[in-house]
């Protein structure tokens, strides 16, 4: 099932989140294969279709959330901005981290999962990373193709991100 709505989500027994983004319709095999392993998989939204969070789901349980091409009738029950707690850690989920408008370390986050820059960007600030995968989907420029992944401990996150071999 792809959980939707403005809420928290709370997961137990994780140990490793798929993290993606901007896939503007385009999952591609490099990119599900990255994902394998994944208790649960993160979508920073520009998602595209339904097809890929149906994909994703084949996958591990998937969380979306919708990024500024996400408007047609299948995005509408998508929140902007999701909290996961996985393991008692929260995890912020949102598109664009221009939008973010709470302290997220005042808030107990231990993670900031965006996308929309297609830049990927995996750094420890106020003890609380921000992460954005880059894109998954079509090349922009000279950006990377790639995803994310996070493996959680009992005390901490170890992030990287993974770019794919595309081409």
Known sequence: MTLSANTKYHFHNITTLGIISDTHGLLRDEAKAALQGSDLILH????????????????APTIAVRGNIDS??????????VMVVAN??????????????????EQGCRAVIYG?????????????????????????????????????TADELQAQIIELDCG
């Not at 939204?45 to 994909?55: A, F, P, Q, R």
């Not at 995005?75 to 901005?81: D, K, M, R, W």
């Not at 929309?116 to 003890?127: A, D, I, R, T, V």
């Open 116 to 152: 929309h820059s297609h830049k990927p960007h995996n750094e420890l600030k106020s003890g609380v990373l921000f992460f954005n995968p880059a894109s998954a989907g079509p090349r922009r420029f000279s950006l990377p193709i790639a995803v994310g992944k996070i493996i959680l």
């Open 72 to 81: 047609e009738g299948w995005a509408e029950a998508l929140p902007e901005v």
């Open 44 to 59: 920073a939204g520009d998602i595209g279709t339904s097809t890929v969070l149906d994909e994703l789901q084949q996958i």
């Open 88 to 105: 008692g850690m929260r995890f912020l989920l949102l598109h664009n981290i221009r939008d973010l408008n709470i302290d997220p370390a």
